[in-house]
């Protein structure tokens, strides 16, 4: 990456980063009020940078047509995974994206095997795919509630002592077939504070328009604290690797929340460094047919190639060489110019 935003990005989500191999505990290792000495107007600008550059990227990943990205979001509720989709994606081609929400595992769904439904919701190659929420589910509210085990109708040889060891071999197993097939796998963990949570619930039930994002299974998920933040500090020790790393972000401030997912987002795009496609010889001497048969169509007085009227440079590049045309076209300021007889 020889860009050097890449560096600063990557020196500034460092912290943030799950070293494969650690052993984590939540609530010693991540703060969620940690904001990098960084202030809140400074942070509007920073968010408009990243969301700029995952614009930029986002085009060069689509034309080379050769690379996905799968960005899975994980997040006890209320801790911003909507937010953060809305607002870190606001700037890109939403043709380019795909957003998938994970809920309760329908009939047909518990069917398959437990990684079956993710993997029909994986992006294609050009495309970024976000999962709001992601097949760690089966790791943390399926371990926090070990009854919903029963659904998913496991042999009995299946279940058991090493169940959740298993499971996280088999993940870090199928994000490594991802990677190594050209889909980069990136995790993004939003650290919220029990505090904090309390607040936002606090705040959808006071406020009517709000009302209908709380519900009174949030509370009792609530109560079961203790047991969700063991479950996160298992799975970000077992899971965080060298291919696909997690990525802790402080969510109790939204705006820096935002600004930790774009930079995390970005720095995985640059890491790619896609580029656009190069045409070949014939397509080159199409695209050159093409460019004169419209010179010719221009109405009088108006310039034959307009973009390259105004950027002389891109008219000598479409032309694969520094000279202007011999045809006597000056860089594209007007028609062809007939040339004199005698």
Known sequence: MADERAERIAEFIGPLRVKPGSKVNLRRDFDPRYRAGMRKRDGIELLRTGVSLLAEYQERLAAQNTYGVLLCLQALDAGGKDGTIRHVMSGVNPQGVRVSSFKVPSTEELDHDYLWRYACRLPGRGEIGIFNRSHYEEVLVVRVHPENLVRQKLPDEAGGPGLWDRRYREINNWERYLTDNGFKVVKIFLNLSKEEQRIRFMKRIDLPERNWKFSAADVRERRRWDDYQHAFSEMLSATSTKWAPWYVVPAD??????????????????????????????????????????????????????????????????????????????????????????
């Open 253 to 342: 401030r939204k705006w820096f929340a935002r600004i930790c997912a774009a930079a995390v987002l970005a720095h995985t795009l640059m890491d790619i460094d896609p580029q656009y496609p190069e045409v070949g010889k014939q397509a080159r001497k199409d695209l050159l047919a093409a460019k004169r048969e419209l010179e010719h169509e221009a109405p009088a007085g108006a310039p034959a190639d307009p973009y390259a009227s105004r950027h002389p440079t891109a008219d000598r590049a479409a032309d694969g060489n520094d000279t202007p045309a011999a045809d006597g076209r000056a860089s594209g300021t007007g028609r062809p110019t007939k040339k004199k007889r005698g």
